[in-house]
Every structure is written in C-alpha cells, then in structure tokens.
C-alpha cells in the first residue's frame, strides 16, 4: 500500500528497535540513505541498526563508523526500513534472513511495490536519498554535517552529478539545504571520483577495449572478464558511463562477469528507455539508469540484450 511521509514518519516515530537493509551490490544512493537514516534515528535516542553484507567500496569509507558488514542481524525489532529497491529478491538480506516485524520500504524505483504493505514512494524523485531527507525533516530531527554529507552522496551519485535526465528542481534544492548543514560537495566529489585503485584503470583500459557498436552506433556494449580484474574487487560503477558519453550513444551497455552469471548496467540518453530493456530480462530501474542480472555468459548476455534492444529502438 502506496503511504505518504506523514504516515511513515508515524511508523519510524512508534518503533523503538529499527533495523534499515538496502539492495544488493548498494550504489551512493542506497548507503548514503542508509547512513543517514540511521544515524537521524540514533541521535533522536532510538535503536537503529543499518546491516550490510560486503565491505563498503573505498570511494565510500566516510560511511564506514555505521556501516560494516560486521554488523549482526539482530535478533528482533520493532521496524523494519527497506531503502532504495521496491522488491524482496533485491534486498541485500531476504527476509527469511530478518527478523519477524512490520517492514517500511522507501523508494523511488518504478514498480508496484506490492510485496511491501506500506511504502512510501515517489517514482518521480531523483534519489531515495531525497526521500529520506522529507523523512527525518517530517520526524523533525537535527541534520548534522555526517547526515548531509551521506544525503548529498545520495543525490550526486544517482543524478550522476546532476546530469542525468532525473534530475529535478528538488534535488537541487535539497543539496543546497544540505550544503548549508555542512555537506562538503568538494570532500564528497573527490572521495566518489578520486578514488580508484592501479587495478581499477587497468579493469577500465581492458573493458574499453572490448568496446562494440550497434544500430549505427547507437547501441555501446562494454563488456569485463572476471579474468581481468586480477582476482580482485573492481570498483566499475562509472565504467558504462564512457560507453554513454560516445556523442552517438543512445544506450549504453555495461556487462560484467560475476561469479553466478552477469551483472548488467544500463544508461541510456534521450528517449530510449533503459528500464523497458532491463524488465524484459527481469530487471528493473529507471528510464535513464537500469540494472539486470542474468546466470548466463558474456555472450549469451549480449544476445538476449540485442535481441531486446533491436525490438525497443
């Protein structure tokens, strides 16, 4: 059932024991959410534990005093906070992995959100990050400097630095009103775009070089072996978005060897809508940014992608 902020702000407000979980493989916005949310509900004197299940990517380690894949599932709670995905299969923890109690989800995502009996979601918002900032405005709890900082990395990562088509006159005025609470948009840049390892730019110099073009070059296909990451953790969130800045792009495909099968990334320019793609093949997303995961091969991948694609274009 679709709430507004008025009703979750009541549901967060008459829970003691909170336990927030985000997606699986959580992006800027997602941790960004969860740090904030956590940490409004702790200064406000309530039980807020936020869990996650792998290691906080380096680019975010300003997040890491509240999230840690150390972090136990507690045993019970009061509420539960689903942040930034609208179903069940996507939470970093299932919920046969969580504690009986009742769940919030608040998201921004496309989708009936049915499998939650209460969200609050705005499809048209620019990150989840903005909702959560009605939220803790709504429960009327101080924003500090470490709350600003982790909604502003919220809003800059999903609106890819206020560029993508998402981008809304909110999210505008949202960062400023958290730059005048003490988010540090130079400090936030430089940890999001300066953080790459050696091994992340010879992953990136090896994917580009599998670039390939379709449909006269609207179509940019990427694609990473995990034979070239050298066995270890590869930062390639902003990978696809080379493949996208190509002037003649209109979607860009970034398709990533996993140990399961395929993770794919989808950005897209104009009209074409990357989410049409992406739920054809079971994943989901946005118009502009959407995400896949397939147990399939590199190849088989791309087929079933092109296949798609040649029937949206």
Sequence with gaps: MKIGVEEASRMIAGANDVLLVGHTDPDGDCLGSLYALTKALKDSGKKAVAVIKKPLP??????????????KVPEKADLIIVLDTARTARQDFSPEELPKAPTLCIDHHLGEHEEYND???DEKCAACAILVYRVITKLGI????????????????????FTNQNTTEEAFQVATELVRFGADPGKIAA?????????DLTALSKSLGSLELYHNDTV????????WTCGQDVDTELFVNYARNLISTELAVMIIETDTGVRINLRSKG?????A???ELGGGGHKAAAGIRMQATIDEARAALLKVISEKI
């Design 220 to 227: 940019a296909v990427l694609t990473l072996k995990k034979e």
């Design 271 to 275: 009209n074409f809508d990357a989410r």
């Design 191 to 199: 940890y999001v775009y300066g953080s790459l390892s050696p091994n």
């Design 119 to 121: 969200s609050f979601y």
């Design 58 to 71: 380096v680019k975010h380690r300003y997040l890491a005093d509240l999230l840690a894949p150390e972090t």
């Design 142 to 161: 101080e924003i500090d400097k470490k709350i600003a900082d982790a909604l502003y990395t919220g809003i800059v990562t999903d609106t890819n630095s």
């Design 277 to 279: 793609v992406a739920v």
